[in-house]
Structures are given as C-alpha cells and as structure tokens.
C-alpha cells in the first residue's frame, strides 16, 4: 500500500522498463536526461535541516537542484496529487513522477537498476515489509517533527519513517450486494464474481494484508496466514474470487465491485460510485501504516530532504488527511489544535481493538505468500 489506473500504485504487473518513464507532474520541461548524477555535496550527508545549513539553507539547495524523483505515487493514493502539485508551486521545483502503477519491490528495483545516473527514485514510499529489508538503501534524515512520531513508527537514526496509514476494509457498491457486516458475508453467493485484491499479495503491501485481514477474520493469527490463504483458495473455488488487478478504474466500471483494501483508498470510491460502502471488521481491525525512505545515492539529495520536510509538515500530513489516509503525526497534531478536524471527522469508523504486523510477522507473512498463493489461487 495496485493496476493500470492510478490507483493501481502496488501493481505486479508494470514492469521495471516503466520506471525510467517519467511524467512531469509539476512543470513541462523535459525528462532528465541518464547522465551520470551529480555529487551530493553537503545535504547528501545531511541527517537534519540543521545540518543541511537550516531550513533557509535547505530550501536554497533544493531550488538550486530544481528537480525531485519520486515513483511509485498516484495521484489518487493518498492525496499524493495535491501533495506534489503543493510542494512544487510553494518551492518552485519540478517533481518527476516515475511509474505511478508500480510496487514497493520496483521502487528497490529502480534505486539498483538506476543508481548512478539522474533517473534516480531521490525518496521512496514503501510498504514495511520492503522497507526494513533494504535498509542498506536508505540515508538517514530527521524532520522538524521527528519527536511527534512515536518511537515504533521509526528507525532510530531515521533510515525509515513510517508517514500515512489506515486499516484494512472491505469496499463494496451497496446497490449490488447486501450489507455486509463480515468478512465471511463475501464466501456467499451473493458475491459470486465480485471479490478482488489491490494487487498480488506476493509483492504488493495492500494486497499482502488484505490475506491477513481475512485470515484473522477466519480465527488465524499474525502468526500464522494461513487460513487467509484458505479463504481465497475457497473464494476461488466458488467463483466469488477474481483474479483481476482492483483499480479506481475497475471500481468505476463495475469490474471489481468488491474490493479489499485500506479504507483511505476504499473510501476514496464514493466519488466515482456514490452508493460505495467500506467496512472495517471489528475481529480483524488490521492497520498497518507506509514509510518514507531516501535514496542514501539520490541524485537531489537537498530536494529530497525537503520533500521529507515538507511531507512531515502540519500542511502535508493534513493532506494525507484530505485524500483520508492517517498521517504518523495526527495524535500530535489533535493536541497541538493543528489536525484539519473536518477531514479528520471524514474517516471511515473502527470499532475494533487495532493489530499491527510486527517486523517478524510481516517477513513470515511474505515469505509464506510466497510459497503458497500461485498454488491457491492458480
């Protein structure tokens, strides 16, 4: 937290050709070119706006620079639309979008694939599971609001920080389907040809928890997926599982009128479909929240920095807010009286007591997708 409209940003299919393909969101000036990235002075090194010089410094250096490489980010995942198009009109510099429909594993894909040149990703935004294992990739940077994210929502030094986040749901056109009040509600046939993931489970973050949404609904664990696994083999079987990449797209054209997904991008389906309901389980309440990484060999390591800057600011977590995503420091910013309240009301209800994946569970969930999902779902 995927297929070929921008929603689709933990897509398995796009391939990594796609990753050197940028489309310039904030300004009309041409791709960078493959040459060889420039030296990363002293914001490369940089683990804070202060050691960069000060924010004035900072932003200086950034402009100066005058580009940032992003990937991986659609316009309607978490607002990150209006977070670019923002960033580039208060500082003037042109963001490079690369690969909107891609996974977590093409961004690492792209920081190897790419290193040394222009085309460089400068920052990432991966699902945990990627990120704690490419560490090695990432430099360290500390934001102004560094103290407000809580210890557990961060690496230390700062090689990762986790920035929006949600709980996983059941998004469904309630003028096809009756209410649905449980996961297992889906296994009837009611549902048939109606169910599907954002993305294969294998590579993509959304899809990954999606299979344990289900599996603790089924009475499995963190632990152990897999009565997860079992449950789309059953949904399979009975024809209710459809193998088809869940985009805003297909939302939209009735596709896949069924939908597992974090409920910031569910609930971002009213707009296309009016009557679109998300549903949180109360007995598989599933949050799990996305981390910011630099490129440790960016080649804008000032514009980088800034980005965190700017993403860690009051004005960038309340446009996660805006597109309904959780941002990292929302309890912070409720006590500090600067959390867009409105927006804050908007999000859909949980009742149920919040689990998180653990480091370890996240790594033994994937690596038992791995081995068993293309056996269940064929």
Do not use: H
């Not at 310039?24 to 493959?34: F, G, R």
């Amino acid at each position: 937290m995927d297929a070929s409209s921008p929603r689709s940003r933990r897509q398995v299919l796009t391939a990594l050709a796609g990753a050197g393909s940028f489309a310039l969101l904030a300004a009309c000036s041409a791709p960078p070119s493959s040459s060889p990235a420039p030296s990363s002075g002293s914001a490369g090194a940089a683990t804070s706006a202060e050691e960069a010089g000060g924010m004035e410094a900072l932003v200086a250096a950034a402009k100066a620079e005058g580009q940032l490489n992003v990937i991986a980010l659609p316009p309607d995942w978490a607002n990150y639309g209006a977070m670019i198009s923002a960033f580039s009109a208060k500082y003037g510099i042109t963001v490079n979008s690369a690969s909107p429909d891609g996974s977590s594993q093409d961004e690492i894909n792209a920081v190897n694939q790419l290193k040394g040149t222009s085309r460089a990703p400068d920052v990432l935004d991966l699902g945990m599971s990627v990120a704690l294992a490419n560490t090695a990739l990432f430099a360290p940077y500390k934001t102004a609001g560094w103290a407000d994210i809580p210890d557990a929502q961060k690496e230390p030094s700062g090689l990762w920080v986790q920035d929006y986040g949600g709980f996983m749901s059941v998004g469904y056109d309630s003028s096809k389907f009756p209410e649905v009040t449980a996961v297992s509600d889906l296994t009837g046939p009611a549902f048939k040809n109606a169910v599907a993931l954002n993305g294969d489970p294998t590579q993509a973050n959304a899809a990954l928890n999606g299979v344990v949404m289900a599996s603790l609904a089924s009475g499995g664990s963190l632990d152990d997926i897999s009565r997860g696994v079992e449950f789309f083999r059953g949904l399979k079987a009975s024809g209710n599982f459809i193998p088809v990449q869940a985009t805003s797209a297909t939302v939209k054209s009735g596709e896949t009128p069924v939908v597992f997904d974090w409920d910031y991008l569910a609930a971002g389906n009213a707009k296309e479909v009016p009557t679109w309901k998300v549903f949180v389980p109360a007995d598989a309440t599933l949050g799990g929240y996305y981390a910011q990484a630099i490129n440790k060999q960016a080649p804008n390591p000032a514009a980088a920095r800034l980005w965190q800057e700017f993403l860690y600011s009051d004005e960038g977590q309340n446009t996660y807010l805006k597109g309904g995503a959780r941002p990292v420091r929302m309890e912070a910013m409720t006590t500090a009286g600067t959390i867009d309240t409105t927006a804050a009301a908007a999000l859909p209800p949980v009742t149920g007591t919040p689990v998180f994946l653990s480091e370890a569970q996240a790594t033994k969930a994937k690596t038992a997708l791995a081995s068993t999902w293309a056996g269940a779902i064929g």
